[in-house]
T-cell receptor, first 108, second 114 residues
């Protein structure tokens, strides 16, 4: 069973700061997902990646397969980015295995 | 187009009763997943369907839990003889295929067992 660790668990930052959330996993995977969940809201898929780097607007996700590590970056952070960010890995016969999430608060 | 829908959005039941939770995936999506989000437990995988078949039932927490999918579309998750520890948000997701595709999540069903 894959162990997925995220850091930090909680992060409070000021508007405009560059944010980095890290995810590491223990067993080789076929893909890694970054998900976003706003308070009381549903889950939205931000990225799915199996190698390299992807960018969407102010969000950037990278993955290092050899190191079993991924990072999610937010540039020019904004209060609307406040949410729980969840790393999840896919591999083997089952569905996603999730990290515990990073609670991000961006203060104006 | 329409996203993944789930019903009911909220369900309150008494301990020992059976409940059925429904998921309507995005049209054409062959893969369908059920997850559970419990307070303090995070998200956990329950079961996935490829078409109508469920090759992996390893995540179901007990034999009180079962799921089926008919016509390659709608899925129902049934919990028999509910217990208080079954209280959670049950999430459904679908993807175009099984092989490393983006999953699209429904809004979830919040189940409360009194």
């Amino acid at each position: 069973k894959n162990e997925v660790e995220q850091s930090p668990q909680n992060l409070t930052a000021q508007e405009g700061e560059f944010i980095t959330i890290n995810c590491s996993y223990s067993v080789g995977i076929s893909a890694l997902h970054w998900l976003q969940q706003h308070p009381g809201g549903g889950i939205v898929s931000l990225f799915m990646l199996s190698s390299g780097k992807k960018k969407h607007g102010r969000l950037i996700a990278t993955i290092n397969i050899q190191e079993k590590h991924s990072s999610l970056h937010i540039t020019a952070s904004h209060p609307r980015d406040s949410a729980v960010y969840i790393c999840a890995v896919e591999g083997g016969a089952d569905g996603l295995t999730f990290g515990k999430g990073t609670h991000l608060i961006i203060q104006p | 187009g329409a996203g993944v829908s789930q019903s009911p959005s909220n369900k309150v039941t008494e301990k020992g009763k059976d409940v059925e939770l429904r998921c309507d995936p995005i049209s054409g999506h062959t893969a369908l997943y059920w997850y559970r989000q419990s307070l303090g437990q995070g998200l956990e995988f329950l079961i996935y369907f490829q078409g109508n078949s469920a090759p992996d039932k390893s995540g179901l927490p007990s034999d009180r839990f079962s799921a089926e999918r008919t016509g390659g579309s709608v899925s129902t998750l049934t919990i028999q003889r509910t217990q208080q520890e079954d209280s959670a948000v049950y999430l459904c997701a679908s993807s175009p295929s099984r092989i490393t595709d983006t999953q699209y999540f429904g809004p979830g069903t919040r189940l409360t067992v009194l």
